[in-house]
């Protein structure tokens, strides 16, 4: 009996499938494999938030001493935190993406703009696309940053690195961070932090595109439509615009956690006024050394991906 009313159940949720527009079934079935893959990657990248913005607490640890250190802390749900923002917001991002980026392209074609009708006009509105999904999923981006960047230790100085302990807000979920944020800051206290991630996207893009196309030249013809070479020269050419893009990650990052950071001898934690006093100030009071930090989990993650 329960077997026959799982399989009818079963029958019934593929005819629904079935029905859906290509879009839809395709943003389901990308959702779906987003979500597992950001899931197998969520504890390095809580590594990563915590190497760029907990500064004066796993600065001098590498990534096998800070996993240690949150599993001691926070317990293996701790590699979690901040995970779930990161998986609602694969959905909307993808579609806003993928939908956007026709309207800019036409748009672009119909204006006669003199970029042509090739990769470049592509190029653009991929990065308008990228831009406009950006700012309309930015706040849970924001959340998935704090949420990771909180450490569960009362008996430590972690919250207060040299400075000693200090009060930072607790937050229990996705929704307590964004009304904390509109509260602090209205609108703009759920964009802290938007200026370097826009300003990286078509730096990132354009030079992703072109490394890309670089690599492929040195590709045989014979081999240059296949999966086997599309993969690892995808993933390349990304690292590359990644690592070159970097600092921008890393100014993004404490830009979100300001609050939640002791406070400046002005009385103060906003640190940074912008993107570029941002990347003056952490080379001025951190070292350059540290608009680079965790960088090195990006390279594991495509090194991992390769062996796969």
Same mark, same amino acid.
């Given at each position: 009996?329960?077997?026959? &009313? ?45 190497? &760029? ?11 096998? /001493?800070?996993?240690?250190?949150? @599993? ?23 579609? @806003? ?49 704090? @949420? ?7 008996? /430590? ?10 009060? /930072? ?54 081999? &240059? ?10 993933? @390349? ?16 990052? &404490? ?5 939640? /950071? ?47």
């Amino acid at each position: 009996m329960g077997s026959s &009313q799982g399989s009818t159940l079963s029958a019934d949720v593929m005819s629904l499938v079935d029905t859906l527009p290509v879009l839809a079934k395709t943003l389901i079935a990308g959702g779906a494999a987003g979500a597992i893959a950001k899931t197998a990657v969520a504890p390095l990248e809580r590594i990563k938030i915590l190497l &760029q913005t907990r500064t004066n607490d796993f600065k001098t640890l590498g990534v096998s /001493q800070s996993l240690k250190k949150v @599993l001691q802390f926070d317990g293996p749900l701790g590699f979690y935190k901040g995970n779930g923002a990161s998986v609602i917001r694969i959905i909307p991002y993808a579609a @806003l993406h993928y939908m956007t980026y026709e309207v800019y392209r036409d748009w672009i074609l119909e204006k006669n703009l003199p970029l042509g009708s090739g990769p470049i006009v592509d190029l653009v509105a991929g990065s308008a696309a990228g831009g406009t999904a950006v700012l309309c999923t930015y706040p849970l981006d924001l959340a998935r940053t704090k @949420l990771a960047y909180q450490v569960s230790d009362t008996r /430590q100085s972690l919250r207060g690195g040299a400075n000693g302990f200090y009060r /930072q807000p607790t937050y229990s979920g996705i929704k307590e961070v964004l009304a904390m944020a509109y509260k602090e800051g209205g609108p703009r206290g759920l964009y802290r932090g938007i200026g370097p991630t826009l300003i990286g996207i078509l730096p990132y893009a354009g030079l992703k595109f072109y490394i890309y196309e670089e690599l492929k030249r040195h590709v045989p013809e014979e081999h &240059q439509n296949s999966v086997r070479m599309h993969l690892p020269c995808g993933a @390349l050419a990304g690292l590359f615009g990644q690592t070159i893009t970097y600092p921008l990650d890393v100014v993004r990052r &404490q830009m979100q956690v300001e609050n939640l /950071q002791p406070m400046t001898s002005e009385g103060n934690n906003k640190r940074y006024k912008n993107t570029f006093d941002g990347l003056n100030t952490i080379v001025r009071t951190q070292g350059w050394k540290q608009l680079f930090a965790g960088l090195s989990i990006n390279y594991i993650k495509v090194n991992q991906m390769k062996k796969q």
